[in-house]
């Protein structure tokens, strides 16, 4: 199947390499207001921010990013881990597509791979408050609350309206106290 996609691109001149970073200028503004502004345009805002993440300057790897989400959603992991392979290849820098490639790596229980997936997200894009939340999550399944918790304060830092890392970073809080960090 990888073979296939690579020789449909390569027959398309689709092999060009993409160039995708998170340094929209709109991303600044937007965190700005999301961590300053009112309540009610969190929501707005978190939809602008993840609409901005999940656009690549590259029309070639926008469509691969569409037709992966189009495969998650009808259960095709295998297929949508492929077509992954190819945005981050083409696209190194666009942290979306490790970001979608560790969440199909998730749910295909390769939690070693989605977290190798979800730590390149972080250094490209430290603001990723969905991933910090899905690695507190891990971590706190593994038991490991004060990491966990540490980890909710960073979904918070950037996305302070967040109520479900709000909700369990308040009952981390209450049940690490007194206890030894």
Not at 1 to 6: G, L, N, T, V
Not at 34 to 46: D, H
Not at 68 to 83: C, F, I, K, P, V
């Given at each position: 199947?990888?073979?296939?996609?690579?020789a449909i691109m390569?027959?398309?001149?689709?092999?060009?390499?993409?160039?995708?970073?998170?340094?929209?200028?709109?991303?600044?503004?937007?965190?700005?207001?999301?961590?300053?502004?009112?309540?009610?345009?969190?929501?707005?805002?978190?939809?602008?921010?993840m609409e901005i993440?999940?656009?690549?300057?590259?029309?070639?790897?926008?469509?691969?990013?569409?037709?992966?989400?189009?495969?998650?959603?009808?259960?095709?992991?295998?297929?949508?881990?492929?077509?992954?392979?190819?945005?981050?290849?083409?696209?190194?820098?666009?942290?979306?597509?490790y970001a979608l490639?560790?969440?199909?790596?998730?749910?295909?229980?390769?939690?070693?791979?989605?977290?190798?997936?979800?730590?390149?997200?972080?250094?490209?894009?430290?603001?990723?408050?969905?991933?910090?939340?899905?690695?507190?999550?891990?971590?706190?399944?593994?038991?490991?609350?004060?990491?966990?918790?540490?980890?909710?304060?960073?979904?918070?830092?950037?996305?302070?309206?967040?109520?479900?890392?709000?909700?369990?970073?308040?009952?981390?809080?209450?049940?690490?106290?007194?206890?030894?960090?």
């Open positions: 199947m990888r073979k296939a996609i690579f390569i027959c398309f001149g689709l092999t060009a390499p993409a160039v995708a970073d998170q340094t929209d200028p709109r991303l600044d503004l937007l965190f700005e207001e999301l961590r300053t502004g009112e309540a009610g345009r969190a929501e707005e805002n978190v939809a602008r921010i993440w999940a656009t690549s300057s590259s029309d070639t790897v926008n469509l691969l990013y569409e037709r992966a989400l189009q495969s998650r959603a009808a259960g095709e992991n295998g297929l949508a881990d492929a077509l992954l392979d190819h945005v981050v290849g083409l696209a190194p820098n666009f942290a979306q597509g490639r560790g969440a199909i790596r998730l749910d295909s229980n390769d939690q070693v791979g989605a977290i190798e997936d979800f730590s390149k997200v972080l250094e490209l894009e430290p603001r990723q408050f969905e991933v910090r939340q899905t690695l507190a999550e891990l971590l706190l399944a593994n038991g490991e609350k004060y990491e966990a918790y540490v980890m909710y304060q960073k979904v918070l830092e950037w996305n302070p309206h967040s109520d479900s890392a709000r909700r369990v970073a308040r009952e981390l809080r209450r049940e690490i106290d007194g206890q030894e960090i």
